[in-house]
């Protein structure tokens, strides 16, 4: 077991980052909440419940609340519930609330953490894959809208992050392919050599490992994102178009390796990106069957891409790549505006090769 403590910027509390196995089943969460002295309150994805939540609450001594499992919970509704149910028992600000689950509900349970009581302590326990190697990471926290993904929300950095691998043994393979879509992602933008693993063997642990690191190195460059940090949104233009025109019944992991492939292409045919890494980007993200969702509309995802948090003045931007495992600068935006006709050729072969 490893301990990776991580400073964001001075400003900001430190997060404890603790990756190993069994350690939801050790005394390591009991001795962290007994520094504190606070009332604990766990809030898990529904279908946690009985695997790990109930007797996590019982070790803990917690209070427990579910919330729905999936994207759609992802709301103002949820959060309020949450909020209600804290209120109702007079829960303060000596309060810990522990987010279990996937980057729903550590986005969601990251989010009323950051504004119940003007801030609680919070604690994520990710479950998924792409949880513990993007959603948890970072102190990014959002809800979602009927315009599109994340568009509210606050940075607020956990006080402790604890990743149990074990969890991972009871993924379903969808599950598995969105979080490698991150980690794949991770290897397009900053680290070569994942990408080399992943090419090899996709599932890997060492590649869980790499892109958490991979993350906490560009997130303490620029911890509120004014720079860098955004290459962390490569595939994410388009990945997150699909999802809100789908309604959120397309998974994050295969929109965003279609948005990885699309933008990778883009890449290639602005001049950038070499054709022979766009075969290998290609090649690789095709061994997690790729499709678009039904209620594609071409209209509707350019539509949806105007509420890109990259966008300025009504341009959508994006991040583009020059080799695997380097995003482009751009005189330190880390994007570039793209016109629609400059997008429309690759749209139409995204139509013809995942329609």
Same mark, same amino acid.
């Given at each position: *077991?490893?301990?990776?403590?991580?400073?964001?910027?001075?400003?900001?509390?430190?997060?404890?980052?603790?990756?190993?196995?069994?350690?939801?089943?050790?005394?390591?969460? #009991?001795?962290?909440?007994?520094? $504190?002295?606070?009332?604990?309150?766990? &809030?898990?994805?529904?279908?946690?419940?009985?695997?790990?939540?109930?007797?996590?609450?019982?070790?803990?001594?917690?209070?427990?609340? @579910?919330?729905?499992?999936? %994207?759609?919970?992802?709301?103002?509704?949820?959060?309020? *519930?949450?909020?209600?149910?804290?209120?109702?028992?007079?829960?303060?600000?000596?309060?810990?609330?522990?987010?279990?689950?996937?980057?729903?509900?550590?986005?969601? &349970?990251?989010? &009323?953490?950051? #504004?119940?009581?003007?801030? &609680?302590?919070?604690? /994520?326990?990710?479950?998924? /894959?792409?949880?513990?190697?993007?959603? +948890?990471?970072?102190?990014?926290?959002? #809800?979602? @809208?009927?315009?599109?993904?994340?568009?509210?929300?606050?940075?607020?950095?956990?006080?402790? #992050?604890? @990743?149990?691998?074990?969890?991972?043994?009871?993924?379903?393979?969808?599950? =598995?392919?969105?979080?490698?879509?991150?980690?794949?992602?991770?290897?397009?933008?900053?680290?070569?050599?994942? =990408?080399?693993?992943? %090419? !090899?063997?996709?599932?890997?642990?060492?590649?869980?490992?790499?892109?958490?690191?991979? !993350?906490?190195?560009?997130?303490?460059?620029?911890?509120?994102?004014?720079? /860098? $940090?955004?290459?962390?949104?490569?595939?994410?233009?388009?990945?997150?178009?699909?999802?809100?025109?789908?309604?959120?019944?397309?998974?994050?992991?295969?929109?965003?390796?279609?948005?990885?492939?699309?933008? +990778?292409?883009?890449?290639?045919?602005?001049?950038?990106? +070499?054709? !022979?890494?766009?075969?290998?980007?290609? +090649?690789?993200?095709?061994?997690?069957?790729?499709? /678009?969702?039904?209620?594609?509309? $071409?209209?509707?995802?350019?539509?949806?891409?105007?509420?890109?948090?990259?966008?300025?003045?009504?341009?959508?931007?994006?991040?583009?790549?020059?080799?695997?495992?380097?995003?482009?600068?751009?005189?330190?935006?880390?994007?570039?505006?793209?016109?629609?006709?400059?997008? %429309?050729?690759?749209?139409? =072969?995204?139509?013809? @090769?995942?329609?």
């Amino acid at each position: *077991m490893k301990e990776i403590v991580i400073q964001p910027s001075i400003t900001t509390p430190t997060t404890s980052l603790v990756i190993g196995e069994h350690l939801l089943e050790g005394d390591l969460l #009991i001795d962290f909440c007994k520094k $504190r002295k606070h009332r604990i309150v766990i &809030v898990a994805d529904h279908a946690l419940q009985d695997v790990y939540a109930s007797k996590l609450a019982d070790h803990l001594n917690a209070r427990l609340l @579910t919330i729905p499992s999936g %994207e759609k919970a992802k709301t103002k509704e949820t959060a309020e *519930m949450i909020e209600n149910e804290l209120f109702k028992s007079n829960y303060g600000r000596d309060t810990t609330l522990i987010a279990m689950g996937g980057g729903v509900t550590t986005d969601l &349970v990251g989010f &009323v953490a950051s #504004i119940y009581m003007r801030g &609680v302590d919070l604690i /994520l326990i990710p479950t998924t /894959l792409l949880a513990m190697v993007d959603a +948890s990471i970072g102190g990014k926290t959002a #809800i979602d @809208t009927t315009f599109g993904k994340n568009l509210i929300g606050t940075v607020y950095f956990p006080q402790a #992050i604890i @990743t149990d691998l074990e969890t991972l043994k009871t993924l379903p393979d969808k599950e =598995w392919i969105n979080g490698l879509a991150e980690i794949l992602k991770m290897g397009l933008i900053a680290d070569p050599s994942i =990408w080399k693993i992943a %090419e !090899k063997e996709i599932k890997n642990h060492e590649l869980i490992l790499k892109a958490i690191r991979g !993350k906490i190195t560009i997130i303490e460059q620029d911890p509120s994102e004014k720079g /860098l $940090r955004r290459i962390l949104n490569f595939g994410h233009t388009i990945g997150h178009g699909l999802e809100a025109i789908s309604c959120y019944e397309m998974s994050h992991g295969i929109a965003v390796a279609i948005g990885c492939v699309i933008e +990778s292409r883009l890449s290639m045919k602005l001049g950038y990106l +070499s054709e !022979k890494e766009f075969e290998q980007i290609r +090649s690789l993200f095709h061994r997690l069957s790729l499709y /678009l969702p039904n209620t594609y509309d $071409r209209k509707k995802l350019i539509e949806a891409m105007l509420y890109d948090k990259k966008n300025i003045n009504k341009q959508t931007r994006f991040v583009m790549i020059d080799r695997i495992g380097h995003a482009i600068p751009f005189d330190g935006d880390y994007c570039r505006p793209i016109a629609e006709h400059e997008l %429309e050729a690759t749209l139409i =072969w995204m139509e013809k @090769t995942y329609g």
